[in-house]
C-alpha cells in the first residue's frame, strides 16, 4: 500500500503526505496501517474488510493529510497547535499547509483527489477581512458553514466553509491571498468522507 502505488510489484516513492518524518507515520498513516492489518487478520475472511479512506498527494510538496486532535500541530513548519474544533470534523482528514505559504496568490495553487464523494471545508483566517475569489461565496461553490463555527488554535481563529465533490473530483484551489484575500494565517483543507464506508 505505502510503496506499490502502481501495482506493478516495484517499490515506489509514494504516500509520503502520511507521514511524519522520513521514516515514521503520522496519525493518518498509522490508522490505515490498523485498518490494513484488521482486513489481513480478520476482516478479509470475515467479509468485514475496510477500505482505508485517504488523499491523493496534495500537489504543493511537503504538505501532509493526518487525523487532528486538540493538542496536534496544525501546520508542516511551525508550532502552532489545536486548541478546539467542531465535533462534525472528528475523523476527517487535515491536509497540514505550510505558514510560508500564506502569500501566495493566483488561482490555482493546491489540488488532491479523494476518490470518495466527500464535503471539503476549508478553514479560513477568521481575522481576514476580505476573501480570496475563489473561496468567496459570492464568487464561488463555496458557502460559508452555518452558525459560523471556529476552529481555534494557539495563533488565532478560523472561519469554516464548504462544498460538496463527487467521487474522483479534484478540488483546485487558490492562493491563499488571491485576489482580494488578506488572511495572515494560511488556510486549511480539511475532507470528510460522505460514502458511508
Known amino acids: ?5 502502481d501495482g506493478a510489484d516495484v517499490p515506489d516513492v509514494g504516500r509520503r503526505s502520511l507521514y511524519g ?4 507515520f503520522n496519525g493518518l498513516g498509522h490508522h490505515i496501517v490498523a485498518q490494513l492489518w484488521y482486513n489481513a487478520l480478520v476482516g478479509d475472511a470475515t467479509g468485514t474488510s475496510v477500505s482505508p479512506f485517504y488523499l491523493s498527494e496534495p500537489t504543493v510538496s511537503g504538505y501532509q493529510q493526518n487525523l487532528i486532535e486538540v493538542g496536534d500541530e496544525l501546520k508542516i513548519d511551525n508550532f502552532e497547535t489545536v486548541e478546539s474544533f467542531p465535533a462534525f470534523l472528528e475523523g476527517a482528514i487535515w ?15 493546491l489540488s488532491f483527489r479523494a476518490g470518495r464523494p466527500t464535503t471539503l471545508y476549508i478553514a479560513y483566517d477568521a481575522s481576514a477581512s476580505s476573501l ?5 461565496p459570492a464568487s464561488s461553490p463555496f458557502e460559508a458553514v452555518p452558525g459560523n463555527p471556529l476552529i481555534r488554535t494557539s495563533e488565532g481563529s478560523y472561519r469554516l466553509f ?5 467521487a474522483g473530483e479534484s478540488p483546485v484551489l487558490g492562493g ?6 488578506n488572511a495572515s494565517l494560511m488556510y486549511h483543507p480539511i475532507v470528510v468522507d460522505n460514502s458511508g464506508n
Open 95 to 109: 491536509i497540514m499547509t505550510a505558514q510560508a505559504d500564506a502569500a501566495q496568490g493566483g488561482s490555482e495553487f
Open 1 to 5: 500500500f505505502f510503496t506499490d502505488l
Open 132 to 136: 480570496p475569489g475563489w473561496l468567496n
Open 176 to 181: 491563499n491571498r488571491a485576489g482580494s484575500g
Open 21 to 24: 518524518d522520513r521514516f515514521h
Open 162 to 166: 464548504r462544498r460538496s465533490y463527487a
